[in-house]
């Protein structure tokens, strides 16, 4: 994970789909340490993005699902626009910099 907005986007893409999803299974899917999974959430809570509520997973275990608030959906948009827009120019200046390359071995 590259900066703290990509962390963020996934964290708001991975809750979106699964808000019951727990604290490991979130550090999972987005690549990060459990440690800084927990800090990055608690940032996302504290902005008042994310929402922390319990339920019931069985009838011995406590857990929670943590859900978006309307802010942090409209963060989450924005968020993925900016994401989106910076990976394109990436993509744009790693395929000119491809171009270029195949012109100087004369591939193309």
Partial sequence: MAS???LSVAILRELSATPEASQ???????????????YALRALV????????????????LGYAYLLTPRGIE????LTKSFLAR??????ALRE??????REVGGG
């Fill in 75 to 78: 963060a989450k948009a924005k």
């Fill in 4 to 6: 703290t907005d990509e």
């Fill in 24 to 38: 490991r299974e979130l550090a999972r899917s987005t690549g990060v340490s459990l440690g800084k999974l927990n």
């Fill in 87 to 92: 990976k394109m120019r990436e993509y744009d």
């Fill in 46 to 61: 504290d902005k008042g993005w994310v929402k922390v509520g319990n339920f019931s997973r069985s009838q011995h275990k």
């Fill in 97 to 102: 910099e491809i171009e270029q390359l195949k």
